[in-house]
Nanobody, 121 residues
Framework: QVQLVESGGGLVQAGGSLRLSCAAS?????MGWFRQAPGKEREFVAG????????YYADSVKGRFTISRDNAKKTVYLQMNSLKPEDTAVYYC?????????????????WGQGTQVTVSS
């Protein structure tokens, strides 16, 4: 079992920044960030390999968000800059506990409970 705990969400004005963190209870392989806005399906935001040598972003966040990880701390981060009202959502991190070479959209073995990000206009 892996527990994932997200933090760092909050209320920010458009153009502002937030950094989300996701702490894992044990070692994980590739990890991802997803988000779900009210009335919408969950969507992929960003993914990162175990070594952090590979990252991947949704087009909607490319150039504004940066995913990174610190394996010594078993934590993955999502730095979000130039936030827009349409970034408002609950953000979830997800983790794999085995090697998977099929990309970052899914599937994942474990999910966090989510952290709310609200961007005001």
């Amino acid at each position: 079992q892996v527990q994932l705990v997200e933090s760092g969400g909050g209320l920010v004005q458009a153009g502002g920044s937030l950094r989300l963190s996701c702490a894992a209870s044990r070692r994980t392989f590739s990890m991802g960030w997803f988000r779900q806005a009210p009335g919408k399906e969950r969507e992929f935001v960003a993914g990162i390999s175990w070594s952090a040598g590979s990252t991947y972003y949704a087009d909607s966040v490319k150039g504004r968000f940066t995913i990174s990880r610190d394996n010594a701390k078993k934590t993955v981060y999502l730095q979000m800059n130039s936030l827009k009202p349409e970034d408002t959502a609950v953000y979830y991190c997800a983790a794999r506990t085995t090697v998977y070479n099929g990309g970052y959209y899914g599937p994942y073995d474990y999910w966090g409970q989510g952290t709310q990000v609200t961007v005001s206009s």
